[in-house]
């Protein structure tokens, strides 16, 4: 059975500072992972999705990384804003199933 | 493109009563997800459809939780008699086909409250 575990499960940084999210799972034999975005009272939105046979992903201030030997995955979001407050999800794929880490609560300071 | 709508938005109920959510994904969307996200956790998947057809319903508590799609467009999720430990977000999502990668659309999703 997957398990997925993000750490750390919250962070507040003042804004301008560059935020490292965690993920990290047990089943590496993947499809792929997904990073989303949730903000509070609303459903999720896919930020980067990276393929087994890919090593990163960017779109924008976002690149994400994947180490699937190890089982690992961060999220790099550059000088961060307060409209980047929310909590991050990392979502892994195996036989269809998409398997969802806890998540990590991000606040970013005015 | 319309995004997957559900309702109703907010619910509380006490336990032992009955509930259903609605939702209506993308228009064309073959495969439609309900997850379940209890505060402070990640969504975990209750049930898939592909078209009207289960693909998986491993994780849902059939003792008391039902799901259908009848038409294979939208979904209802009934539960009853509904427990404390119910409370929670349901998200629901669809995607083109189970086999695409990262298509995953969701909804805003259904804040249960049960007391």
């Known amino acids: 059975k997957q398990e997925v575990t993000q750490i750390p499960a919250a962070l507040s940084v003042p804004e301008g500072e560059n935020l490292v999210l965690n993920c990290s799972f047990t089943d590496s034999a993947i499809y792929n992972l997904q990073w989303f975005r949730q903000d509070p009272g609303k459903g999720l939105t896919s930020l980067l999705l990276?393929?087994?046979?890919?090593r990163e992903q960017t779109s924008g201030r976002l690149n994400a990384s994947l180490d699937k030997s190890s089982g690992r995955s961060t999220l790099y979001i550059a000088a961060s804003q307060p409209g980047d407050s929310a909590t991050y999800l990392c979502a892994v794929r195996n036989d269809y199933k998409l398997s969802f880490g806890a998540g990590t609560t991000v606040t970013v300071r005015a | 493109e319309a995004g997957v709508a559900q309702s109703p938005r907010y619910k509380i109920i006490e336990k032992r009563q009955s509930v259903a959510f609605w939702c209506n994904p993308i228009?064309?969307?073959?495969?439609l997800y309900w997850y379940q996200q209890i505060l402070g956790q990640g969504p975990k998947l209750l049930i898939q459809f592909q078209n009207n057809g289960v693909v998986d319903d491993s994780q849902l508590p059939k003792d008391r939780f039902s799901a259908e799609r009848l038409k294979g467009v939208d979904s209802t999720l009934k539960i009853q008699p509904a427990k404390l430990e119910d409370s929670a977000v349901y998200l629901c999502?669809?995607?083109?086909?189970?086999?695409?990668?990262?298509?995953?659309?969701f909804g805003s999703g259904t804040r249960l409250t049960v007391v």
């Open positions: 228009s064309g969307h073959a495969t």
């Open positions: 999502a669809s995607s083109p086909n189970h086999a695409l990668p990262g298509s995953y659309t």
């Open positions: 990276i393929q087994s046979s890919q």
